[in-house]
């Protein structure tokens, strides 16, 4: 099984609808983030949550909204779909320790919003 | 502002070697991560440098210069499977240390 998992792997909508992009992980990390990916950019940071009582906004938090139930589960919603929230969508964990701890990654959400 | 710059594309023979270059202009730096990203799929990390100098991990090296904010990958004995786009990121004192990516750099590799 993968170490973090998310779910779904595709999705197509409609605009305006409300969507839950979900990601669970079994590595035991305290770190959690959403990042989408757009071809020609780099990966960029939407929300991050240090704990379960901790969210902190990222570069483009704007138009989404997150949950972290526990420590093994961090939640992405778009609230109202909009078409330029189409991408692929990375969840990733990292753990707390020294400064080299890299950020371990989901398999990714095809998102296409019509 | 931040910024991370890499060639979009690089193309090189099965067996030889390859450089990806990443440069950078940031507030505050705490470190270099390399990631390696097959079309379709996760991101996996490779190197991490945080120190001048270069670190190697077999095939793969990545070197850091902190004074001329810049830094490179080298890949050795090139093998198909080196196919990818390599993802260059800085962490970031000023944005509660996350991490800032540039576009990638697609590697092909030919035969």
């Known amino acids: 099984d993968a170490d973090v998992t998310q779910t779904p792997r595709n999705r197509i909508t409609k605009t305006g609808k409300r969507i839950m992009l979900e990601c669970s992980q079994t590595?035991?990390?305290?770190?959690m983030y959403w990042y989408r990916q757009d071809p020609g950019l780099g990966l960029r940071l939407i929300y991050y949550s240090f704990d379960v009582k901790d969210i902190n906004k990222g570069e483009i938090s704007d138009g989404y909204s997150v949950s972290r139930q526990a420590q093994a589960k961090f939640s992405l919603s778009l609230e109202s779909a909009i078409p330029n929230q189409t991408a692929l969508y990375f969840c990733?964990?990292?753990?707390?320790?020294?400064?080299?701890?890299?950020?371990?990654f989901g398999d990714g959400t095809r998102l296409s919003i019509l | 502002g931040q910024n991370i710059d890499q060639p979009t594309e690089m193309t090189a023979t099965e067996g030889a070697i390859v450089q990806i270059n990443c440069t950078y202009q940031t507030s505050g730096f705490n470190g270099l991560f390399w990631y390696q990203q097959h079309a379709g799929e996760a991101p996996t990390f490779l190197s991490y440098n945080v120190l001048d100098g270069l670190e190697e991990k077999g095939r793969f090296s990545s070197f850091l210069s902190r004074s001329k904010g810049y830094s490179y990958l080298l890949l050795k004995e090139l093998q198909m499977k080196d196919s990818a786009s390599y993802l260059c990121a800085v962490r970031v004192m000023d944005s509660n240390y996350q991490l800032i990516w540039g576009a990638g750099t697609k590697l092909i590799i030919k035969p």
């Open positions: 990733a964990t990292s753990d707390s320790g020294p400064g080299d701890q890299p950020q371990h």
């Open positions: 590595k035991g990390h305290d770190r």
